[in-house]
């Protein structure tokens, strides 16, 4: 098994131990789920979530990290009542599903200002932010996604991303609050990976980054739009991604596939094999 920690996102159809060894038979060894439904507010009575089996997995089998990723209905940057409602609920939910299962954090997009401006809706935003990690277990961390920047899409550049964490007052910050790069993400918005651990110390965000998620991107650079790709199909140099991965201050963090598959049935052992490969590492 790798050394370093490669996993992808995976269904959690059959339960978190059959994902998990799915994971292993792809040759990772780390995850990436959702709680249910990435469309749909519906869950589980959080009371009914019991995560021994899996922890007992992981410690079994060396395996972990996990990440629960929030679904996609969230947008903290929204005016409707209702959906602001929703998505601290959801949110709530997911990070006390976190210590439930004994995961390490809940990946989440903040949503969009749909066309009124970062600075409008900054602070009801941080409020809404401050509000749930307050009124979540302490042991549990929200980790931001930076957006493709598409619609208005929140933390889609480095600047307001510094602003969000520079603005957020909690106890125990740096243990209940990180982010998560997506190199999709970024390269639609700008980025070329290769800059992004200069970029990432620029705006002092090195201590907060969590985990990566690597993918490709099927659209050009700084296009604004949040398509994935399988590594070395899409339109980002592989010399960019392998520049990334083995920079001194990256090699730590997970690395998180979220990839349409070869086969279109998302991630796969190939994809897992081509992180390998750019690392140096032997499948």
Request: aromatic share 6%.
């Amino acid at each position: 098994m790798s050394t370093r920690r490669i996993g992808a996102h995976l269904s959690m159809a059959g339960g978190l131990v059959s994902a998990g060894e799915r994971m292993i038979q792809m040759g990772g060894n780390a995850l990436q789920i959702f709680s249910g439904s990435p469309r749909s507010w519906g869950r589980k009575p959080i009371e009914q979530i019991d995560g021994s089996a899996y922890k007992a997995f992981c410690k079994e089998k060396d395996f972990g990290p996990t990440f629960i990723h929030a679904l996609y209905l969230v947008n903290l940057a929204s005016e409707n009542p209702a959906l602001i409602q929703n998505s601290i609920n959801a949110l709530m939910y997911d990070l006390q599903f976190q210590e439930k299962i004994g995961a390490q954090g809940v990946i989440v997009h903040l949503g969009s200002h749909l066309g009124r401006g970062y600075e409008a809706v900054k602070n009801e935003m941080i409020d809404r932010l401050e509000r749930i990690l307050t009124h979540t277990p302490e042991n549990s961390t929200l980790l931001i996604e930076n957006s493709a920047g598409q619609d208005g899409k929140i933390a889609s550049s480095f600047e307001e991303l510094q602003n969000i964490f520079e603005s957020i007052e909690v106890d125990e910050k740096e243990k209940r609050l990180g982010w998560c790069l997506d190199t999709c993400h970024a390269f639609a918005n700008g980025y070329q990976p290769a800059e992004l651990p200069s970029l990432i110390k620029k705006h002092a965000l090195q201590d907060s980054l969590r985990v990566i998620h690597l993918n490709d991107s099927r659209d050009p650079f700084g296009s604004g739009r949040d398509r994935h790709d399988n590594l070395g199909d899409g339109l980002i140099e592989k010399s960019q991604l392998k520049t990334l991965l083995n920079d001194s201050s990256m090699i730590e963090f997970p690395r998180i596939l979220e990839v349409p598959g070869i086969d279109g049935n998302g991630p796969d052992a190939e994809n897992v094999r081509r992180v390998k490969e750019m690392i140096g590492e032997k499948a």
